[in-house]
T-cell receptor
Framework: SAVISQKPSRDICQRGTSLTIQCQVDSQVTMMFWYRQQPGQSLTLIATANQGSEATYESGFVIDKFPISRPNLTFSTLTVSNMSPEDSSIYLC????????????FGQGTRLTVV | GNSVTQMEGPVTLSEEAFLTINCTYTATGYPSLFWYVQYPGEGLQLLLKATKADDKGSNKGFEATYRKETTSFHLEKGSVQVSDSAVYFCALMVTYKYIFGTGTRLKVLA
């Protein structure tokens, strides 16, 4: 299994500012992902964080808005840039070992409120 | 494209009642199927999984069978407990990407 530490656990931010969320894993993992979970809705994949290269973004998400770093196999950051109230959501880090049919492990999430 | 359709909640049951939460999927290729659970105040955790057709995943009295012919993966439990109150997410994985359903909130009353 993997233990994921995500920081901060929650934050209230002013519109127009940026917030960086950190995800630290207790072991080296192959795959790291960032999801958004809006109130009462499902998890939506934002991007796959790739070690040492640009993240792979899903349709509707762009690097300028959600820059992602992954400098090694245990750490990644997601920045929510130029925030608006519509960005209020829970942001989740997820990891897997990349083996076919492997379970995904999730952090506790970051609850972001933009005012 | 790939998608998961899940029974809408909330579902409210009395303790020891039978539970079914429906889940159907659309996928290219041969996905693996999962049920995740999110207890109040906690992160998502894997409940059970099935990796190929006719596989049955089971855990904590819950079970689900991978039905390729009906593209379904319904979650069942014969006798629910108050401690089962949580949000349940059906998910599929294809090429390491997970697609989640909308989640079903279950409330079990004593």
């Amino acid at each position: 299994s993997a233990v994921i530490s995500q920081k901060p656990s929650r934050d209230i931010c002013q519109r127009g500012t940026s917030l960086t969320i950190q995800c630290q894993v207790d072991s080296q993992v192959t795959m790291m992902f960032w999801y958004r979970q809006q109130p009462g809705q499902s998890l939506t994949l934002i991007a796959t964080a790739n070690q040492g290269s640009e993240a792979t973004y899903e349709s509707g998400f762009v690097i300028d808005k959600f820059p992602i770093s992954r400098p090694n196999l245990t750490f990644s950051t997601l920045t929510v840039s130029n925030m608006s109230p519509e960005d209020s959501s829970i942001y989740l880090c997820s990891v897997s070992y990349g083996v076919s049919s492997a379970e995904a492990f999730f952090g506790q999430g970051t609850r972001l409120t933009v005012v | 494209g790939n998608s998961v359709t899940q029974m809408e909640g909330p579902v409210t049951l009395s303790e020891e009642a039978f539970l079914t939460i429906n889940c159907t999927y659309t996928a290219t290729g041969y996905p693996s199927l999962f049920w995740y659970v999110q207890y109040p105040g906690e992160g998502l955790q894997l409940l059970l999984k099935a990796t190929k057709a006719d596989d049955k995943g089971s855990n904590k009295g819950f079970e689900a069978t991978y039905r390729k012919e009906t593209t379904s993966f319904h979650l069942e439990k014969g006798s629910v407990q108050v401690s089962d109150s949580a949000v349940y997410f059906c998910a599929l994985m294809v090429t390491y990407k997970y697609i989640f359903g909308t989640g079903t909130r279950l409330k079990v009353l004593a």
